[in-house]
């Protein structure tokens, strides 16, 4: 009998809907919201509003697309944590009502280990044990994974996010949000050695970014002259526009190298440290091309097996919710129905 899980995905300002029998992805359905983009950022009471309009339909496009009914239905999977607590609540409770009127078991995803598992959605696939650097707008991590569901940090970041490193220099350029994709646009069309950003010494495999992100503010109020305060260099307004855009592809280009070698950089030792040689990426920011480009360029100079999502699984999505559920589902790891939303649930 096929074990085909209903899973639900609403950590943030997507609300998204998948289907899938014993292993294999039969649809996955995102709504996105467009209302945030006048605030330069999600709001989180306006996102947990939309989720409530949008997830019926969603859910419903993703079963016809899958051809299922909700009788077909062996077990329903939500996104317990981490995210925006509001947002997290609307999916919840909508996949515990459909376990308890359909009398059918519940699944809790980790969002963040559903990322990881988004390699395993599609051939080729990793073999375990296999190294994952995760990249998104709120995390950064080196993940261990000896099986689905054993898996182990071995490495974070200790302040912000490279996705957040990417969306803050785009808004201190003047990018309109959602900015991240625009500096990788930007960014193939310039010198990425043109200017120099530091890169942060942090012990072990853990990252930092907030250093970076103040380097590139000093560099920009500098208008290139400098990326350390001092009040003589402060440029004017006008004179900092004019900066940004004469060299504005050079900057996207400087700024994304950094950000790329810090994390290959990290993931490179851990490789050595471990003896693994599977390695993938996972989450938002490993849609960006630059990443994508070097991953794989690192991995043929080191002999690396490298795995990197389709872009459709990269972002937010359910179809990593769904294949993290069943793999859950053939351990018989069920949650019941007081198990709790988490903004920020460890691992």
């Not at 970014?209 to 208008?223: M, P, R, V, W």
Request: with cysteine; hydrophobic share 40%.
């Amino acid at each position: 009998m096929s074990i085909v899980i209903l899973a639900i995905e609403s950590s943030c300002d997507e609300t998204a809907a998948s289907v899938c029998a014993d292993g294999n992805i039969l649809s996955n359905y995102i709504a996105n919201q467009k209302v945030h983009e006048q605030y330069g950022g999600v709001v989180p009471e306006l996102a947990s509003r939309a989720h409530m309009q949008n997830i019926i339909p969603v859910v419903d496009t993703a079963l016809k697309t899958a051809g299922c009914g909700l009788n077909d239905i062996s077990a329903t999977a939500f996104t317990q944590s981490p995210g925006l607590i509001g947002s997290l609540l609307v999916g919840a409770q909508f996949a515990k009502s459909l376990s308890l009127a359909l009398n059918k078991p519940l699944l809790a995803v980790h969002h963040m280990q559903a990322h990881v598992l988004a390699n395993l959605i599609a051939e080729p696939k990793p073999s375990f044990p296999f190294l994952c650097l995760t990249v998104s707008g709120g995390h950064t991590q080196i993940v261990l994974c000896e099986s689905p569901i054993n898996m182990k940090v071995i490495g974070e970041t200790i302040d912000d996010a490279a996705g957040e490193a990417f969306d803050k220099s785009a808004k201190l350029i003047g990018l309109p949000y959602p900015a991240g994709p625009l500096i990788d646009k930007y960014a193939q069309l310039g010198n990425p050695d043109r200017f120099k950003f530091p890169e942060p010494q942090v012990a072990g495999l853990d990252f930092s970014f907030s250093g970076l992100k103040t380097s590139i503010l000093y560099f920009l109020q500098n208008a290139g002259t400098s990326n350390i305060y001092k009040e003589e260099f402060m440029a004017t307004e006008d004179e900092k526009k004019k900066f940004i855009d004469d060299n504005l592809n050079d900057i996207c280009a400087s700024i994304q190298h950094r950000i790329i070698t810090i994390l290959l950089n990290k993931l490179k030792k851990a490789s050595v440290q471990t003896g693994i040689t599977d390695i993938c990426i996972a989450g938002g920011v490993s849609a960006n091309s630059g990443l994508r480009k070097a991953f794989s360029e690192m991995g043929e100079k080191h002999k690396w097996r490298t795995f990197i999502p389709a872009f459709e699984y990269c972002t937010d999505n359910a179809a990593m919710i769904a294949i993290t559920a069943y793999y859950k589902f053939l351990e018989n790891d069920f949650a019941d129905l007081s198990v709790s939303s988490s903004a920020r649930a460890e691992w």
